[in-house]
């Protein structure tokens, strides 16, 4: 198994940007995970999904972000308009759905807004 | 203006030592705790995990002891190697789904 796989693996932009993370889970995994890591606050969960609903969104920022799980091999986490402290690495992570399960992280995007 | 971040406690050890890593969690009814590994560059990769109705567990080289009385999660790395070096991350999960919230991380350095 290729593991989650996370795209693009670096994006620069400008301020008023919109962006594009994307994500595809381990196979037959059931929930799909976005944190965000920052040297400020660490790693956050900013929403996560189960068998491709949003379960919990509580962790999203503000209305700038938001993200979607049209099937249950993809995920997009979207920043629209984008500003520069939105600049961090986004981790999608996927697990098998129970609870008490451990979760696998893709490699990440680094963004970075300017 | 100054850019204040999050303080990493770093333990430094000698290659061949035994590292123990320290986290306390927050929430007494977490009843599930993962040990995360990660290097510069990549994302948080698994280590070990306990189930609260544990207090030990061990794995190839490590050992992770849960006190539930105190909080207090511990991670043991045997025989310390270079590749070792890494922010190692505990994580409760709160019982919702797989649902994991991460502490701060402690950086630990492997000198030869």
């Known amino acids: 198994d290729a593991g989650v796989i996370q795209s693009p693996r670096h994006e620069v932009t400008e301020m008023g940007q919109e962006v594009t993370l994307r994500c595809k889970p381990i196979?037959?995994?059931?929930?799909l995970f976005w944190y965000r890591q920052t040297m400020m606050r660490g790693l956050e969960l900013l929403i996560y999904?189960?068998?491709?609903?949003?379960?919990?969104d509580s962790g999203m920022p503000e209305d700038r972000f938001s993200a979607k799980m049209p099937n249950a091999s993809f995920s997009t986490l979207k920043i629209q308009p984008s500003e520069p402290r939105d600049s961090a690495v986004y981790f999608c992570?996927?697990?098998?759905?129970?609870?008490?399960?451990?979760?696998?992280f893709g490699s990440g995007t680094q963004l970075s807004v300017l | 203006g100054e850019n204040v971040g999050l303080h990493l406690p770093t333990l430094s050890v000698q290659e061949g030592d035994n590292s123990i890593i320290n986290c306390a969690y927050s929430?007494?009814?977490?009843?599930?705790f993962i040990w995360y590994k990660q290097e510069s560059g990549k994302g948080p990769q698994f280590i070990i995990d306990?189930?609260?109705?544990?207090d030990k567990r061990q794995g190839q080289r490590v050992t992770v002891l849960l006190n539930k009385t105190v909080k207090h999660l511990s991670l043991q790395i045997a025989a310390t190697q270079p590749g070792d070096s890494a922010v190692y991350f505990c994580?409760?999960?709160?019982?919702?789904?797989?649902?994991?919230?991460f502490g701060t991380g402690t950086r630990l350095q492997v000198t030869l």
């Open positions: 992570a996927s697990a098998q759905g129970g609870s008490n399960e451990k979760l696998f």
């Open positions: 196979s037959g995994h059931n929930s």
């Open positions: 999904f189960n068998n491709n609903v949003p379960i919990d």
């Open positions: 929430n007494s009814a977490s009843d599930y």
């Open positions: 306990i189930r609260s109705n544990m």
């Open positions: 994580a409760e999960n709160t019982g919702t789904a797989s649902k994991l919230t």
